[in-house]
């Protein structure tokens, strides 16, 4: 499947990233810029769906989807 092998690649570029150093933190904030350039408000959406799992809330849409 395209998105198991998208996922993947994706997981494996992302271990390269070292966070407590100072171009890794600008390397992850290139990608979620990016990312929110091709789908404006999909990292706020997903951050308020774990927010609201962490209070216990069901986040399920009403037609089944997540």
């Known amino acids: 499947m395209q998105s198991d092998d998208s996922?993947?690649?994706?997981?494996?570029?992302l271990?390269?990233?070292d966070l407590s150093r100072?171009?890794?933190?600008?390397g992850i904030g290139s990608l979620?810029?990016?990312i929110e350039r091709?789908?404006?408000?999909?990292?706020?959406?997903h951050a308020a769906t774990i927010?609201?799992?962490?209070l216990g809330c069901d986040t399920r849409l009403?037609?089944?989807a997540s």
């Open 62 to 64: 009403a037609d089944g």
């Open 22 to 26: 100072a171009d890794g933190r600008i």
């Open 7 to 13: 996922t993947a690649r994706l997981l494996d570029a």
């Open 51 to 54: 927010q609201l799992q962490s």
């Open 38 to 45: 091709r789908s404006p408000g999909a990292i706020l959406r």
């Open 32 to 34: 979620l810029a990016e």
């Open 15 to 17: 271990k390269g990233i």
